[in-house]
C-alpha cells in the first residue's frame, strides 16, 4: 500500500497563499484518483478537490477558481496550490486515494490557519 504525507501547511493572512505538497512511499501512476481533503474544527471532513490519473480535475465549490490541484507522476507528489486564502479554509489538510484500492488510513495531515 501507498503511505501519502502532507506537508505545506502554515500560517497565511487572508488573500495568501500556501502550497500543499503530499508525497507517496510509491508510484502513483496507477492510482485512478487522489484527492485532498479537510477537516475544520467540529466539522466533518470533506474533499477539497481530486485529480485522476488523466488529469480531469474535481472542486468544492468554495475553491473552485482559488485552489488548484495537480499530480506529478514522475516525483509521486499531489500538490494543491490555494490562493486567495479565507478564514473559512482553515483546517487540516488530509491526502487520500478515493475509490481505489489504494485508499489508506488518515495521516497526520498538514495545518492551514488562515488570520491576520
Known amino acids: 500500500q501507498v503511505q501519502l504525507v502532507e506537508s505545506g501547511g502554515g500560517l497565511v493572512q487572508p488573500g495568501g497563499s500556501l502550497r500543499l505538497s503530499c508525497a507517496a512511499s510509491?508510484?502513483?501512476?496507477?492510482?485512478?484518483?487522489l484527492a485532498w481533503y479537510r477537516q475544520a474544527p467540529g466539522k466533518e471532513r470533506v474533499m477539497v478537490a481530486s485529480v485522476t490519473r488523466g488529469g480531469q480535475t474535481v472542486y468544492m465549490p468554495s475553491a473552485r477558481g482559488r485552489f488548484t490541484i495537480s499530480r506529478d507522476n514522475t516525483k509521486n507528489t499531489v500538490n494543491l496550490e490555494m490562493n486567495d486564502l479565507k478564514q473559512e479554509d482553515t483546517a487540516v489538510y488530509y491526502c487520500n486515494a478515493p475509490g481505489s484500492d489504494y485508499w489508506g488510513p488518515w495521516g497526520q495531515g498538514t495545518q492551514v490557519t488562515v488570520s491576520s
Open positions: 510509491g508510484r502513483i501512476d496507477g492510482i485512478p484518483a
